[in-house]
């Protein structure tokens, strides 16, 4: 059995969304019972110069987004990066999931001898889409999902590793 992009990509994407989801109703669900403003673990960070938690959720979606377009060669879409509330992260993580499920898996056939570009500073990038895949999009996204819950568990949020892996 071989493994196409489209395997190693949307599946695992809307796999970990979905328990990135479930980590983030348990921060409500702690907020609301410690009596803690949920801004408090919004705008958490684990280090001055990190982005805060909620940054960390819309990066998540945008490598989860942008790398299955990319890869599968249709646009990306656009996101404001404007939530604010775990209710704004849910519909921003859904709404992803959404999209990327939405991608024929026909679009990815071919995709690992195919080049992108890649919006990059100073100047876009080209890279081979499955050297791209492998070394940016997965890397990213799981860099940020991870992140957002490190700082959760940091701030006494009782998730665990299965919380982390999500349901099978």
């Known amino acids: 059995m071989s493994l196409s992009l489209y395997d190693l990509s949307v599946p695992v994407f809307s796999h ?14 702690h907020a609301d019972a410690k009596k803690i403003e949920p801004a408090v673990f919004l705008t958490a960070r684990l280090a001055p110069d990190m982005f805060a938690l909620t940054r960390q959720v819309q990066l998540a979606t945008d490598f989860a987004k942008g790398g299955s377009a990319r890869i599968a060669g249709v646009d990306v879409p656009s996101y404001e990066d404007t939530e604010t509330t775990f ?16 991608i024929p898996k026909e ?7 195919r080049d992108i570009v890649v919006p990059m500073r100073p100047e876009p990038r080209t890279f081979n889409a499955l050297t791209y895949f492998r070394h940016s999009a997965l890397a990213n996204f799981f860099f940020h999902t991870t992140t957002t819950y490190d700082i959760l568990r940091h701030n006494g949020v009782e998730v665990g590793k299965r919380d982390f892996l999500g349901a099978y």
């Open 16 to 29: 970990s969304l979905k328990a990135l989801i479930e980590v983030l109703k348990k921060a409500e669900a």
């Open 87 to 102: 209710a704004e992260l849910y519909a921003r993580i859904e709404k992803t999931i959404a999209f990327i499920q939405s």
């Open 107 to 113: 679009k990815f056939e071919g995709a690992e001898s």
